[in-house]
């Protein structure tokens, strides 16, 4: 088992930035990918960034330019620093981990963007 928490969410104001923190524990030696969804209100969770476990990246495209992930396996933690924030990445982050059989989540934290 492989349990995740994030941290570092909150209220910031356009333009702004974050840097949010996902650490695993447990299982931790089994994680290959790790990454981030997020889930913003009334809408379905998206896919944001993730991370395999040689440093390669992938973002959606609403976000390439924006943000980084970027990871500690000796720590293993997977961060996401997020700048140039607007009022659409408003939303409930969430990070994950891929194990042997299955998908870990987090219990997300929450992103606010507002003036």
């Known amino acids: 088992q492989v349990q995740l928490v994030e941290s570092g969410g909150g209220l910031v104001q356009p333009g702004g930035s974050l840097r949010l923190s996902c650490a695993a524990s447990?299982?931790?030696?089994?994680?290959?990918?790790m990454g981030w969804y997020r889930q913003a209100p009334g809408k379905q969770r998206e896919f944001v960034a993730s991370?395999?476990?040689?440093?390669?990246?992938n973002y959606v495209d609403s976000v390439k330019g924006r943000f980084t992930i970027s990871r500690d396996n000796a720590k293993n933690t997977v961060y996401l620093q997020i700048n140039s924030l607007n009022a659409e990445d408003t939303a409930n982050y969430y990070c994950?981990?891929?194990?042997?059989?299955?998908?870990?989540w987090g219990q997300g934290t929450q992103v606010t963007v507002s003036s």
């Open positions: 447990g299982s931790s030696f089994s994680i290959r990918g």
């Open positions: 991370i395999t476990s040689d440093g390669s990246t």
């Open positions: 994950y981990a891929i194990g042997p059989e299955r998908r870990y």
